[in-house]
């Protein structure tokens, strides 16, 4: 069984940054790709991106990399704003990156961003 663990999360203000990071693991952890989601209070859960798709939100704000091991994606932010505020997931599934939550059947458990004005 494959487990993502995310990390990185808390309480900043807006202008500055936090890096979060996902780590899979599980015999069958490489055959599965990672993406960044996140879901704000009230909100339906919207795809951020992976390593080479960005969702038009966080273009120019965030970059997502991924270590040289391929088992850790990593979500930089910068300059954050109050609107980034929410739980950050990460999700994998076999196969091609998809933006539909629905296409993605392993899940973290999230980390909390909060950031105040």
């Known amino acids: 069984q494959v487990q993502l663990v995310e990390s990185g999360g808390g309480l900043v203000q807006a202008g500055d940054s936090l890096r979060l990071s996902c780590t899979k693991s599980?015999?069958?952890?490489?055959?599965?790709?990672m993406a960044w989601f996140r879901q704000a209070p009230g909100k339906e859960r919207e795809f951020l991106g992976n390593?080479?798709w960005y969702a038009d939100s966080i273009k120019g704000r965030f970059t997502i990399s991924r270590s040289s091991a391929k088992n850790t994606l990593y979500l930089q932010m910068n300059n954050l704003k109050v609107e980034d505020t929410g739980v950050y997931f990460c999700?994998?599934?076999?196969?091609?990156?998809?933006?539909?939550?629905?296409?993605?059947?392993?899940w973290g458990q999230g980390t909390q961003v909060t950031v105040s004005s």
């Open positions: 599980g015999r069958t952890a490489s055959d599965y790709t």
């Open positions: 390593i080479v």
């Open positions: 999700a994998a599934r076999r196969g091609l990156v998809y933006s539909d939550t629905r296409r993605y059947d392993i």
